[in-house]
């Protein structure tokens, strides 16, 4: 869920004309052409997946590209003084044909892809790349911009739009906008090298994943499996069960088989670090890439530079956070560990606890520790249920929102569903779109992001979709999820609240358009809501019989919250630290292998454990490798923080109330990227965050 603020290029397309009324009618005979050069007349600018087709998305990106190039060259060109509205306005809305293309076609990319959507985005990536840097490095561009920035103060502007023109001097500053011109050069070849082996790691992982997966024969080995999931699995008189992102397999919770589980769990810690999807080397030349690029823009290595405008601020930092949570995870760990052990025993086997059986007998554990079965939790939570009754009532409770089901709207693939919701006066708020199961076309993992961004200046209303890869089930079987599926959904809309309550004037800094480090703020904190006695006893109703979840089952639920939290936390270290210690490597450092790599910095930071592995190994990290997040996945463990602090404060105001929720929403989730992160907290909550909370949400205090 990225925003780039600026998408730029210099590409011109292979079309000559002598003058401006040739050019206005080729723009014109493109557009008619083109469903995505017009604007969409379904409601709030919806795309029309009904005329959108494969060949109209490269002339689409190519033309949104000129369009942005002309509007960059007046503005370089202007003889005028450098002006808010003559600058900064005109750069801002450069990007508005290019905006609404990319949010079209990297929305399909993730979600429903196709071999030649694979082919555009290998070709786009370095075009990209060269786009961003021609403009970001334009130091004519540049001067304008700064001449604005310096007398600031002295305009008559409201806040939001001094906040853009200081956003748009930092983020020239920050890519080398200052620099000389053979640095710049240098600079545009490392950053165009990135993106293509960016793109090239997200293919041959994805690749990786689907293919890599587990084909079983025999169907005595699923033992442990229902009948509905063996029959999901059926291909052909084969039983194959593919590969999630995530090191751990959810099929490792029941599969009974050892052998099985041990193949299934080494399919996937090695699926992309030998042979055909191999991203060894991808990892390797990224790495010092990141390394160069900083040492060229006079930081010591990618995190430093990275870090500029975060809460966080320093690598310093994230690891002083990273060194609070170790110790008490560890201790936790040591105990889960020991107790998984004897439940091994207990069953008769000798055997030494493996990665590979962590889920299986820690399911086990909890079965006899709160009689809690994850089987017979998730009749009660059925999706259309969960989404409706669970997820949407809360945010009706907190925010006096309402949401009808749109039937009209066209979507890129049948498993989508579409709402439109209202303010509680009754005025339009925007369109959610809802994408919950997993296919071979849609990318791992879960995510939120925008069809159309809010915009007052471009007079947009949000449309927002949340894709999730929970189990599709078999054809006239319910679509029952896990109470893990339950949280990553409430997580997800949390992200949508966000997208949809924005309320600025300018796309580029609205909604979710903030650092790394704030944007999963208000997602984790909305997971709360999903164990809220009220709101749980109206979502969590049998898909039979109707009945309300039971209290003693809904207690196990709660009990067992703080269950298993010593593993899940040092997983996610595992894989932040590997994170934050990849970029930290300086220019002058060579790494010759990656497997030695990631042991050493797991043993440095003392989170190499046999039993623990980290969440992503190194050469399946699509978050640092392809999506984003480089010297950024300490986030999610940054803003749980934030989240349980904030829920905290809800806990001393009355929880589920709309004078809460009205709080949160002016301001929180309304500001965008308008201010000072920590300060938008601090006039929230009245106080800076804490820490306690989280830890004792995660039983490790």
Known sequence: MKKHIIILATLVLAISCNTKEAKKETKTNMAVENPLLVKSTLDYGAPDFTKIKNEHFMPAILEGMKLQNETIKEIVENTETATFKNTILSLEESS???DGVTAVFYGLAGANTNDT????????????????????????????????????????????????????????????????????????????????????????????????????????????????KIKSLNKDGKYEIQLINTSQQPSLQTLENREVRKELFEKSIHRSDAGEYDTSELVKKMVALRANKAQILGFKNYASWSLQGTMAGTPDEVFKMFSGLIPGALDKVASETKEIQAEIKKEGNDFKLAAYDWNHYAEKVRKSKYNLNEEEVKPYFEVTNVLEKGVFYAATKLYGITFKKRTDIPVYHPDVVVYELFEEDGSKLGLYYGDFFARDSKRGGAWMSAFVKQSKLRNQKPVIYNVCNSPKPAAGEPALISFGEVETMFHEFGHALHGLFGNQQYASISGTSTARDFVEFPSQFNENWSTHPEVLNNYAVHYKTGEVIPADLLKKIKDAGTFNQGYSMIENLCSSSLDMNWHTVSADEKIEDVANFEEDALKKMKLKIAEVPPRYRSTYFAHVFSGGYAAGYYSYLWTEMLSHDAYDWFKDNGLLTRENGQKFREQVLSKGNTMDYAKMYNTFAGRDPKAAPMLQARGLQ
């Open 117 to 228: 959507i694979k082919e555009i985005q290998k070709e786009l990536a370095p075009k990209f790349s060269k786009h961003n840097d021609d403009i970001l490095l334009n130091t004519a561009l540049f001067a304008k911009i700064k001449t604005v920035y310096n007398n600031v103060d002295s305009l008559q502007l409201d806040a939001e739009s001094k906040h853009l023109v200081k956003e748009y001097y930092k983020n020239f500053s920050k890519a080398g906008a200052d620099l000389s011109e053979d640095k710049k050069e240098k600079l545009k070849e490392i950053n165009s090298e990135i993106a293509s082996l960016a793109n090239d790691f997200g293919k041959k992982l994805l690749d990786a994943s689907k293919k890599g997966g587990v084909v079983i024969t025999d169907k005595e080995k699923l033992k442990g499996f229902s009948e509905e």
């Open 96 to 98: 508005k044909t290019l």
